[in-house]
């Protein structure tokens, strides 16, 4: 079946740390993103990337880094410098690069700061 | 700036219709996106309306006026799966998809 397969679904850190959240594809689709979702709030990008070895800053980026080695995987890294990282992140993929097609989700990944 | 405004929660009876409104204040204007969403799991695509009118899909419809910056969603013969949060998303004249906070429905037997 195919799908987006984010992992790890809970994760704890500590402060000062740097965590990385993984996000894989098997759709085939060229546009991955990253989005952030806070109780009360709408989605906010972190970053996007629209083709393999190019991404490109979303509206709350900084304090997060990402990478697109493969199509397949767009892995999102949680910084020390986030300054307040606890929220849902969410990962989706699209085969359009202009966000005009539907949006696939993975199922989150809830991070908490101690 | 860009604003994009629905009910913080809804209430409604099994078997009854809803209607989830949407209004919003973007730079341009690429299409507007519905979205659901259980508690703790990944958004699923609804409806996407790009031109004025009503799109029926199954027990779900979405209609579409860019003259009013106004969208709703009608869900009609409600189960109880059906309680979810459901988000309103706008594509800006920059393709950047602008984010409801969403609107969470709850449904009483």
């Known amino acids: 079946d195919g799908g987006i397969t984010q992992s790890p679904k809970y994760l704890f850190r500590k402060e000062g740390q740097n965590v990385t959240l993984s996000c894989e594809q098997n759709?085939?689709?060229?546009?991955m993103y990253w989005y952030r979702q806070d109780p009360g709030q709408g989605l906010r990008l972190i970053y996007y990337?629209?083709?393999?070895?190019?991404?490109q800053k979303g509206d709350i980026a900084e304090g997060y880094s990402v990478s697109r080695e493969k199509k397949e995987s767009f892995p999102l890294t949680v910084t020390s410098a986030q300054k307040n990282p606890t929220a849902f992140y969410l990962c989706?993929?699209?085969?359009?690069?202009?966000?005009?097609?539907?949006?696939?989700f993975g199922e989150g990944s809830r991070l908490t700061v101690l | 700036g860009q604003n994009i405004d629905q009910p913080t929660e809804m209430t409604a009876t099994e078997g009854a219709i809803v209607q989830i409104n949407c209004t919003y204040q973007?730079?341009?204007?690429?299409?507007l996106f519905w979205y659901q969403q259980h508690a703790g799991e990944a958004p699923t695509f609804l409806s996407y309306?790009?031109l004025d009118g009503l799109e029926e899909k199954g027990r779900f419809s979405s209609f579409l006026s860019r003259s009013k910056g106004y969208s709703y969603l009608l869900l009609k013969e409600l189960q109880m799966k059906d309680s979810a949060s459901y988000l309103c998303?706008?594509?800006?004249?920059?393709?950047?998809?602008?984010w409801g906070a969403g609107t969470k429905l709850i449904i009483k037997p």
């Open positions: 989706a993929s699209s085969i359009v690069t202009d966000l005009t097609g539907e949006l696939f």
């Open positions: 759709l085939n689709h060229d546009a």
């Open positions: 990337s629209q083709i393999v070895n190019d991404f």
């Open positions: 973007t730079s341009g204007f690429n299409g």
């Open positions: 309306n790009v």
């Open positions: 998303a706008v594509l800006d004249s920059n393709y950047q998809l602008i």
